[in-house]
């Protein structure tokens, strides 16, 4: 991976042993400010973006072995960096990402036990701010406990705001000074007015329990949730990280979680690789025309393989119980089940030049031991591991999903974490081989089914965090919950809006949980599909208004793919495609709903089109009642050739 980078260090003329009342930290244009002060011994923070006063006095501290360090400490040895670097993504929104920030660090003592202190580190960006506590094993004699964040942001104006809410619709619309919420999971997203956005959520997160937003006060502030355990020695928290932006699609397109995480641990990613997969779970009882039945059997896999193989889709996941009842203790993940032969299956995708994923349960991983398990994927030439039920408690289960990544590495495995794994966290940067997660209700998962507002709301919520595995692309709308027993609900929405949340959603993995004979049924509207490419290289927020629209970019090469959700109500909207190269034309293939799409009872009526456009195309889309549209739009000339 070829990293530019450029580092202007420089300490600030403070002396490091007098202690220092109050300094300002400025983003790289000086846009965004941040003013520290420990005035009367109480320690607090305010934030100015512009001329626009976000954050009025915040407190900010610990409780650190039953003593407050919000008040009654001091500040000491500050120092200033600046950092400016590009560096490439081996799987990511974009091709490359810049990172460039001004970091601050000073050291908080507590004036009763001077011998007990913490370094805070801010990082502040043009769009946004970060900050973590860093223990260094100076301070620690027997042992350090965090007891509780202190921290109180307090915000000047009201504010409405949305949050991540496990497998069920995301909560919000709330307005703040109107609902006490005690526990608010992350990320929460917040508006302030038509202009101004925040999203609050967590970086690096590597050893403690992921945090969440304590909302329920009376007043406009907010806290952090956390339970920390004991160290005895040197360690550092995760990063508090703040995203801001003019539109809510500015904080969905925001770099911040990846750049505060450490660079790629992997010396040779090459084997790291994205695309499209066909999924075995839900086909399960599909019955084609010619009579053939999907089982979980090594024919129906050999029959997936060869329509992958045709149609420009790198793998096929193979899902649980494959070895066995899979939250059975005797199922062994290292064996088939009777039907299921892996290794001809694997001899047979390679010939095809399809990769495959194999599921792990924990149960599987922990009895018959996580390496043992892993390698002997890796030896039967799995490219992946989908990886689900992780049991135990919030940090246990961030110290196991390390291990398992870090593992998975080890044996040139991808892993994709489904059943309400830990939230991303820009955790790819580091170990890229960390696909996508479940961070969300997966289309058609769980045993409900959710409707249009919440696929909306994922795109703008949900992924802020990092890409996601929804499952998207169902065709048989009409029918596939009633003859596939991993089908349990009737699925809402529209089939254009199935093509459409493949763009919408960033992942990895864009795991497509249909039959092959139902994409082949809509062989014109499966094109779109086909022609995606294994791996996205630009991802852009065109339009979007939480819980009503979305539209999202996606270039492809010379190519865009432009996707685009509404909730329950029929709309339309006005796309700029001013992202296209000026002195170009190309023509849209235009994928469309229907004028009697209803997400409930027209599901599977579409249209086909084609128009030219150019830099200069206001194209008016529109949406049928829970419905989608999406767009390929081809380069076909420059003005000049």
């Not at 949305?162 to 005690?182: C, D, F, M, Q, T």
């Not at 692309?473 to 027993?485: I, K, Q, T, Y």
Request: net charge negative; aromatic share 12%.
């Amino acid at each position: 991976m070829k990293i530019k980078i450029s580092v202007i260090l420089f300490l600030l003329g403070l002396v490091s042993c007098s202690d220092q009342i109050d300094f300002q930290l400025f983003s790289p244009s000086g846009e965004l400010k941040i003013n520290v002060s420990n005035l009367n011994n109480s320690s607090a923070f305010t934030l100015i973006n512009g001329s626009d006063t976000i954050l009025t006095s915040s407190k900010i501290g610990l409780k650190i072995n039953g003593l407050s360090f919000a008040e009654n400490v001091s500040f000491r040895d500050f120092k200033k960096s600046e950092i400016d670097e590009t560096w490439e993504t081996i799987i990511g929104k974009q091709t490359t990402v810049n990172n460039h920030y001004n970091e601050y660090k000073w050291k908080v003592a507590n004036n009763k036990q001077s011998s007990l202190f913490y370094e805070i580190v801010f990082r502040v960006y043009d769009k946004g701010f970060a900050y973590r506590y860093v223990f260094p094993s100076e301070t620690i004699q027997d042992s350090i406990k965090i007891d509780k964040e202190l921290t109180s942001l307090n915000f000047r104006e009201d504010y409405t705001y949305w949050a991540y809410n496990g497998e069920k619709h995301n909560v919000g619309p709330v307005l703040r000074a109107e609902k006490s919420i005690k526990e608010v999971q992350i990320p929460m997203v917040m508006q302030f007015h038509d202009d101004r956005f925040m999203a609050i959520h967590e970086a690096e997160i590597t050893e403690f329990a992921p945090f969440s937003i304590a909302a329920s006060s009376k007043d406009k502030s907010l806290g952090f949730n956390i339970a920390y355990s004991k160290r005895n020695k040197s360690f550092k928290t995760s990063w508090r990280a703040f995203m801001l932006g003019e539109k809510v699609g500015d904080l969905v397109e925001s770099d911040l979680l990846v750049n505060l995480n450490e660079p790629n641990k992997i010396i040779d990613p090459s084997w790291i690789k994205g695309g499209k997969s066909l999924w075995d779970w839900r086909v399960l009882g599909y019955t084609t025309e010619d009579g053939f039945e999907y089982q979980l059997n090594t024919e129906s896999h050999k029959r997936m393989i060869d329509f992958a193989a045709e149609n420009n889709i790198q793998y096929l996941l193979i899902d649980a119980d494959w070895y066995g009842d899979e939250f059975n203790e005797s199922s062994d993940p290292t064996t088939t089940r009777e039907g299921v032969d892996i290794e001809e299956c694997m001899q047979y995708a390679a010939e095809k030049n399809i990769g495959i994923i194999l599921y792990l349960n924990d149960v599987g991983a922990k009895k018959f031991g996580l390496e043992r398990v892993l390698k002997q994927f890796s030896e039967w030439g799995a490219m992946g591991v989908k990886y689900g039920f992780m049991k135990g408690g919030p940090e246990e289960k961030v110290k196991n999903t390390r291990v398992i990544v870090a593992l998975c590495a080890k044996y040139k495995l991808m892993v994709d974490f489904h059943d309400n794994p830990i939230p991303p966290s820009g955790d790819r940067r580091t170990w890229p081989n960390l696909i996508t997660k479940e961070f969300g209700h997966a289309q058609g998962d769980a045993k409900y089914s959710h409707f249009p507002e919440t696929a909306v709301n994922q795109v703008l919520i949900n992924q802020i965090a990092g890409p996601l595995d929804m499952t998207n692309g169902w065709f048989d709308l009409n029918s596939a919950h009633m003859g596939r027993p991993k089908v349990f609900e009737e699925l809402p929405g529209t089939v254009v809006a199935e093509v459409a949340k493949l763009i919408t959603i960033y992942s990895g993995w864009m795991v497509l949980p249909d039959s092959p004979e139902a994409y082949l049924n809509k062989e014109d509207l499966f094109d779109c599909i086909r022609n995606m490419p294994a791996q996205f290289d630009g991802y852009k927020v065109l339009d979007a208004v939480l819980d009503n629209y979305v539209s999202i970019a996606r270039k492809a090469g010379d190519d865009w793919f432009v996707g685009s959700l509404t909730n329950r109500e029929a709309r339309a909207i006005t796309l700029d495609l001013s992202f296209l190269s000026e002195d170009e034309k190309y023509e849209a293939i235009l994928y469309e709903d229907a004028e009697d799409s209803d997400f409930l009872t027209k599901k599977e009526s579409y249209t086909i089109r084609r128009q030219s456009v150019n830099a200069k195309t206001k194209l008016v889309v529109r949406m049928g009642k829970g419905g989608g549209h999406v767009m390929h739009i081809k380069r076909i000339s420059s003005e000049d050739e």
